[in-house]
């Protein structure tokens, strides 16, 4: 709920001392005065309210340059001039959880960040004698290493009001910047695939 000039006039008012003085009519010149500098008040209220947003990566509107600068953005993944401002706040936020491990759940979370809510692993192996079952298709060794991240058939990014600059699509279809992230983030020698359209 928004704090108005009319709330910290109303405070100011009743930090005066009783008295006849000190009118509390909200009618008089004393109470006019209050609410004028309850408007003051009231903005500083606002901004500090928009700073605390901007503390969050992923709400960032007014400080997402100086988040991209501090995170070394743009890379070679992420080409400032074509993404939109809700891929650039998704770029800093998947750079930031990036910096965990490489765990399952670590690149999924980074998948999320990318805008793949429901992304799934695969692990494959290569056929070896005594695991294999009859009828298993051969796999050499680097099946091994093999990985393939499992994603819906195609991602639509919506233009959500507030958070978009003018100009910019209402809709943007694409996934070559979370290709790019996770080849970057995959363990190396491991081989990742991806697959669109279910698991």
């Known amino acids: ?3 108005t000039a009319d709330d910290y006039g109303r405070l100011l008012g009743q ?3 009783p008295g006849a003085a000190w009118t ?3 009618d008089s010149l004393l109470q006019t005065l209050l609410r004028a500098f ?11 309210d928009d700073l605390y947003r901007e503390a969050d990566a992923g709400e960032a509107f007014e400080t ?3 988040w991209e600068a501090a995170l070394g953005l ?3 993944c992420s080409v400032q001039g074509a993404q939109t401002f809700q891929e650039r706040s998704a770029t800093v936020l998947a750079r930031l959880i ?10 999924l979370a980074l998948a999320e960040a990318l805008g793949y809510p429901n992304a799934t692993i695969t692990e494959y192996q290569a056929r070896r004698h005594g695991r294999a079952s009859m009828g298993e298709p051969y796999g050499g060794e680097d099946w091994e290493d093999t990985w393939q991240l499992n994603l819906p058939a195609s991602l639509v990014i ?3 009001h507030g958070r978009a600059a003018m100009g910019e699509p209402y809709q943007v279809w694409g996934d070559s910047q979370l290709e790019c992230v996770l080849h970057k983030r995959k363990p190396a020698g491991s081989i990742l695939l991806f697959t669109y359209g279910g698991n």
Request: no cysteine; net charge neutral; charged share 30%.
């Open 98 to 107: 990036g910096l965990g491990g490489q765990a399952r759940p670590d690149f």
């Open 158 to 160: 919506q233009r959500r």
């Open 15 to 17: 930090l005066l001392p």
């Open 74 to 76: 743009p890379d070679e």
């Open 64 to 66: 997402l340059e100086r």
């Open 24 to 26: 509390q009519d909200p």
């Open 1 to 3: 709920m928004g704090v």
């Open 38 to 48: 309850g408007e003051a008040m009231a903005r500083a209220h606002h901004r500090a």
